[in-house]
């Protein structure tokens, strides 16, 4: 690239990060008459200072967090407004019960790709007898269940839930909501048969054919329809950083989806610059704003703590949604794309890096002065677990953006690592805390077995430790062996060996405690649950277990 | 169920969420800044990559007195159609070993090197019907070389093509826009000697 296009690119990325400070400024200090005051309004008397979820008694609550201030009678306010959080819950059930009950389904069909994609690996010969079996069918198979089933869906469900609780309204056009949750699990069904029966698309991240997408397009905006009725009849003048999360996610992800789906726009290099485009979009506009929104609201509901800053949610917010639309061509870097639109990207990938330690600082700063809830409660601890996994899966992104470790790391088990870091450690990590938020307000009833959450806990924690170390490893080194020249290819496949082996025995616990949780969620589902007034957390006195 | 008991999940939660108005903290200002500074630095770390090539790719540059080696341009160029024997895939790619194609007018092969050929071709008394790439990108050098490779091998025994009959054959058709359409057209513009 010549010097006058190096200047142009470096002024516009000067005077965009200068219109963005402006912004972020304005926003913060109350320009638009937006900012911090009305921001206040969304309390209401009497909350400020009330103790934590996950509910307890009052003294297993006093044992949880000693330092707070004992506990208030209820005042008619207080009443009207637990009336009111109730009535939001109800409206929501049905439809958070499919998106939701839907997701845990595609999870456990996920795995159970997942986990034969990744003994094949190591065990080439198993499962070959029929197309459908192959690697090259059940990997975008994998990838696509949890994405589009797993992911999305358990994202909508919790946009849908905190819809109400946001905008504090009941939801209005919930029925939209179920309905697009049936088309969406249509869609679904018939991608994942196209992909396995050899009819993929063949492009990452796009395998679905053009009937399955339709289905998603109209499953997903019917779930949006109800979000739009109820942003128009909200109760609250400011609008919470999770709403922010929650809109912009709604609208990125049909423009990044209906982009990237329109048949024959580009061929070549230019399809492929299209196809990485969309595929880390997708992670970044639809998946992270999901998973941010969540949260955002999560960690400050059950520590019954505000967000440390405002300013800095703002630079989170606004941060990303300026840099991250340029970071896709990072994938092809060194590849046929020309040295500018590359250059881009790693520019905006390393950017990055600004509003994920705004939004590390915000999170972290609120839960480290409550961090004795994490013995506690599930919620807190996964949201938790998944806000650290954020905060590390977006720093080594934007490293491995540069150049000089891409060139180790690209075409390697290294990126697959740190895919799962993003989806499983930070995505599925934070949902997971959100469904055992949820569940209990919508079915009316606790979780039945506080073990089965302890289980599930340790066995993914521990197994994705395990699937992510070792692979991160083998990848490492499979990169170094592929740029020696000196070295046949051959041997860059037989270093991952051991590594590979150790990320089928972490994916193997990990889908285990994924069926521990599904058949938990059944289990909650079908009103096994206890009905009390504690919640069900990692510790419990018999006492409270039996009442 | 008494109002406390449908709301007892609700009751138990702690206030909706809220933001304080802490200011942004200094070290975060200070390390964006830092960010900042190093992009608009990093772009101008790619001045000088060619436009067009690929990603801090340069362009190779071919010296055009340089001598080429025939068999290596064809292994890297051909052999994956004609193979490296020169016999093809029956009824699929047709041979250049005793190809009149390649034998006979020498100023017609450099031409079908030069735009390829999309249709139907007779060669050596078989019918084909497909698609044969150009290759212009490749310097005269280099097809010249390879063209008198694959007139000497496979027991061809016709005459070397000079790097000059490139060069003159790139001149020949200079308004023509996509392959030579089979067999025919080629016979057209170069009428079989009889």
Same mark, same amino acid.
């Given at each position: ?9 470096? *002024? ?47 003294? $297993? ?34 439809? &958070?019960?499919?998106?939701? $009950? ?76 179920? *309905?697009? *949750? ?31 997408? &339709?289905?998603?397009? *109209? ?23 999770? @709403?922010?999360?929650? #809109? ?44 941010? $929104? ?50 881009? @990207? ?33 919620? #807190?601890?996964? &949201? ?16 491995? @953006? ?140 018999? $006492?409270?277990?039996?009442? | %169920? ?49 436009? %067009? ?78 698609? %044969? ?62």
């Amino acid at each position: 690239m010549t010097l006058a296009i190096a200047f142009l690119l470096a *002024a516009t990325f000067v005077i965009s990060v200068g219109g963005l400070a402006l912004l972020i400024w304005a926003l913060a200090n109350d320009q638009f008459q937006m900012g911090q005051q009305a921001a206040r309004t969304i309390f209401s008397s009497g909350e400020i200072g009330r103790v934590e979820d996950p509910g307890a008694a009052p003294t $297993a609550r006093a044992r949880m967090q000693d330092e707070r201030e004992p506990e208030q009678a209820d005042s008619d306010e207080d009443a009207a407004e637990f009336e009111a959080r109730a009535r939001a819950d109800a409206s929501t059930r049905v439809p &958070v019960n499919w998106w939701l $009950a839907s997701s845990v389904f595609w999870l456990v069909f996920g795995s159970i790709f997942g986990m034969i994609a990744s003994v094949k690996l190591h065990l080439p010969d198993w499962l070959v007898q029929d197309a459908a079996l192959t690697f090259g069918r059940l990997r975008p198979a994998h990838l696509n269940t949890v994405a589009y089933g797993w992911a999305s869906m358990a994202g909508v469900g919790v946009g849908v839930w905190l819809i109400p609780r946001l905008f504090k309204t009941e939801m209005l056009g919930g029925r939209f909501a179920t *309905a697009g *949750a049936i088309i969406w699990n249509i869609g679904v069904i018939i991608g994942t048969v196209a992909i396995v029966t050899g009819h993929s698309d063949g492009m990452e991240w796009l395998e679905f054919p053009w009937q399955a997408d &339709v289905a998603l397009v *109209a499953g997903g905006a019917l779930a949006t329809v109800p979000l739009i009725l109820s942003l128009l009849k909200r109760r609250v003048q400011h609008l919470y950083v999770s @709403s922010w999360y929650l #809109l912009a996610a709604l609208v990125w992800f049909p423009m990044l989806f209906i982009t990237a789906n329109i048949p024959n726009l580009f061929g070549g290099v230019e399809q492929a610059m299209l196809n990485w485009w969309y595929a880390h979009n997708v992670l970044g506009l639809w998946l992270t704003p999901l998973a941010l $929104a969540a949260a955002y609201y999560f960690i400050p509901k059950v520590v019954g703590a505000p967000i440390y800053s405002y300013g800095l949610s703002l630079i989170g917010f606004w941060a990303l949604a300026l840099f991250y639309s340029q970071v896709g061509l990072h994938h092809l870097i060194g590849g046929p794309v020309p040295t500018w639109a590359v250059t881009i @990207s790693i520019v905006h990938s390393v950017m990055m890096c600004i509003p994920v330690l705004a939004v590390a600082v915000n999170h972290h700063m609120t839960v480290a002065r409550h961090w004795r809830l994490l013995i506690y409660s599930p919620t #807190l601890r996964f &949201v938790t677990a998944g806000a650290v996994m954020y905060t590390l899966a977006s720093v080594q992104g934007s490293m491995e @953006s540069l150049r000089a470790v891409n060139t180790v790391t690209h075409f390697t088990h290294y990126t697959v690592a740190h895919a799962h870091l993003g989806v499983y450690g930070f995505y599925s990590f934070i949902m997971f805390g959100a469904i055992y938020f949820i569940m209990p307000r919508v079915t009316g009833r606790e979780w039945p077995n506080h073990r089965a959450i302890s289980v599930h806990f340790w066995l993914v924690i521990v197994g994705f430790a395990v699937y992510f170390i070792p692979l991160s490893i083998g990848g490492w080194l499979q990169g170094l062996t592929m740029l020696d020249a000196a070295k046949p290819f051959m041997e860059s496949v037989l270093v991952t060996k051991p590594y590979l082996l150790a990320r089928s025995v972490g994916g193997g616990l990990m889908t285990l405690g994924h069926l521990v949780f599904a058949t938990h969620f059944l289990m909650a589902l079908s009103g096994q649950g206890a009905i009390r007034a504690q919640a069900t957390r990692f510790r419990m006195r018999r $006492a409270e277990v039996a009442s | %169920m008494s109002p406390k008991d449908r709301t007892r999940a609700q009751r138990r939660e702690a206030q909706e969420p809220t933001e304080l108005s802490n200011p942004v903290p200094w070290p975060v200002a200070v390390i964006a800044v830092g960010f900042i500074l190093w992009g608009f630095w990093y772009y101008f770390q790619n001045v000088g990559y060619p436009a %067009m090539a690929g990603d801090r790719r340069s362009a190779i540059v071919i010296d055009p007195s340089a001598s080429f080696d025939g068999s290596v341009v064809y292994a890297g160029n051909c052999a994956a159609c004609h193979q490296g024997n020169g016999k093809g895939l029956a009824g699929v790619f047709p041979p250049l070993a005793g190809s009149e194609w390649v034998l006979e007018n020498e100023d017609r092969l450099v031409q079908i090197l030069l735009h390829g050929i999309n249709g139907e071709i007779e060669v050596a008394g078989v019918t084909y019907q497909g698609v %044969m790439p150009a290759f212009p990108q490749l310097a005269d050098g280099e097809l010249a070389a390879v063209l008198s490779f694959i007139r000497s091998e496979w027991g061809n025994t016709a005459t070397p093509i000079a790097t000059a009959a490139v060069e003159a054959g790139r001149q020949r058709f200079p308004d023509r826009d996509g392959p030579w359409q089979g067999g025919a057209e080629l016979n057209e513009a170069f009428p079989p000697e009889s």
